[in-house]
């Protein structure tokens, strides 16, 4: 569950670079 959650993160926060 942590490793999912922390992968979610890292992928929002390329999405917000890519923006």
């Given at each position: 569950m942590?490793?999912?959650?922390?992968d979610?993160?890292?992928?929002?926060?390329?999405?917000?670079?890519a923006?």
């Amino acid at each position: 569950m942590s490793d999912i959650k922390a992968d979610n993160k890292n992928e929002n926060s390329v999405e917000d670079i890519a923006k």
